[in-house]
């Protein structure tokens, strides 16, 4: 990731006085194949959503907490073999501290909340990519979850010559899950995809357009979120 998506302190005590224009506690998610464009979207979109008054967290999966780091650093060791289904709980045993110590304590006090990768991630990598079945996989991601969903998850479809050229440009060394081959991945992008088409809380956007335009229509799809929680 280029953006070090900082893993803010968890959110203080609910009485505690907070700079709270708008309290509609609202759970964005970004999705997308590694360097669709995720990083570079939600600091525009936390940058904008700031501006219209938002107390905006924005975090990421695996991450977000001190455990959470700690896993992240195991999961993308390239040098760790790891296997399918210990990816699918070592990632899920992050996301339910994450859920638990961040997420949860954030939408209570009315922040909206931005994550960089949540379930379906899990769905697409794990389930699409790797072959695991995908209704044992639910059942994970809900033990860790449990009734915390986003209100919209934005996948960012974009190919995937597109998205390793980009990756390439960048220059930063591949981790354990990047340096899998192009079937692996277009097997990920078909899943999120899948998982986009079968659920009305998704917004799939062509992640080839220019950041400027991915940034206006990802704006426009959180703030009819935002209103469709406050009216
Ligand atoms: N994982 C995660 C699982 O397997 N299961 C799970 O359950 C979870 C939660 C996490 C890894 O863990 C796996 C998936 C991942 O392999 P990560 O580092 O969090 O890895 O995620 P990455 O997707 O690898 O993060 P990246 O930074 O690599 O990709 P981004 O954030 O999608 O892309 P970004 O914004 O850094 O952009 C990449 C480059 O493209 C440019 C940017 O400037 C940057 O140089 N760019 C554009 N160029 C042209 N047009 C645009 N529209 C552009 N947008 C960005």
């Given at each position: 990731m280029s953006m070090a998506l900082a893993s803010e302190s968890p959110p203080s005590a609910p009485d505690a006085p907070r700079l709270i224009h708008s309290n509609a506690s609202v759970f964005i998610v970004i999705e997308g194949i590694e360097g669709s464009g995720k990083s570079t979207l939600i600091a525009a979109l936390a940058h904008a959503l700031r501006g219209d008054g938002h107390d905006v967290l924005m975090t990421r999966e695996p991450g977000g907490t001190p455990l959470g780091d700690a896993v992240r650093e195991i999961f993308l060791d390239r040098a760790l073999p790891i296997a399918p289904m210990t990816e699918a709980l070592l990632v899920n045993a992050a996301r339910a501290q994450h859920v638990s110590d961040v997420?949860?304590?954030?939408?209570?006090?009315?922040?909206?909340?931005?994550?960089?990768?949540?379930?379906?991630?899990?769905?697409?990598?794990?389930?699409?990519?790797?072959?695991?079945?995908?209704?044992?996989?639910?059942?994970?991601?809900?033990?860790?979850?449990?009734?915390?969903?986003?209100?919209?998850?934005?996948?960012?479809?974009?190919?995937?010559?597109?998205?390793?050229?980009?990756?390439?440009?960048?220059?930063?060394?591949?981790?354990?899950?990047?340096?899998?081959?192009?079937?692996?991945?277009?097997?990920?992008?078909?899943?999120?995809?899948?998982?986009?088409?079968?659920?009305?809380?998704?917004?799939?956007?062509?992640?080839?357009?220019?950041?400027?335009?991915?940034?206006?229509?990802?704006?426009?799809?959180?703030?009819?979120?935002?209103?469709?929680?406050?009216?």
């Amino acid at each position: 990731m280029s953006m070090a998506l900082a893993s803010e302190s968890p959110p203080s005590a609910p009485d505690a006085p907070r700079l709270i224009h708008s309290n509609a506690s609202v759970f964005i998610v970004i999705e997308g194949i590694e360097g669709s464009g995720k990083s570079t979207l939600i600091a525009a979109l936390a940058h904008a959503l700031r501006g219209d008054g938002h107390d905006v967290l924005m975090t990421r999966e695996p991450g977000g907490t001190p455990l959470g780091d700690a896993v992240r650093e195991i999961f993308l060791d390239r040098a760790l073999p790891i296997a399918p289904m210990t990816e699918a709980l070592l990632v899920n045993a992050a996301r339910a501290q994450h859920v638990s110590d961040v997420i949860r304590p954030a939408l209570a006090v009315g922040r909206l909340v931005i994550c960089d990768r949540f379930t379906d991630s899990t769905l697409a990598y794990q389930g699409y990519g790797r072959g695991l079945e995908l209704e044992p996989l639910r059942a994970v991601c809900k033990i860790a979850v449990g009734d915390v969903e986003p209100n919209l998850t934005l996948l960012l479809d974009t190919p995937v010559s597109v998205a390793r050229d980009r990756l390439r440009t960048r220059g930063v060394a591949t981790d354990r899950i990047e340096r899998e081959d192009d079937a692996f991945h277009e097997r990920v992008r078909r899943g999120f995809l899948e998982l986009a088409e079968s659920s009305p809380r998704h917004r799939a956007i062509d992640g080839r357009l220019s950041e400027k335009q991915i940034f206006d229509e990802s704006l426009n799809a959180v703030r009819a979120a935002v209103g469709a929680r406050v009216s």
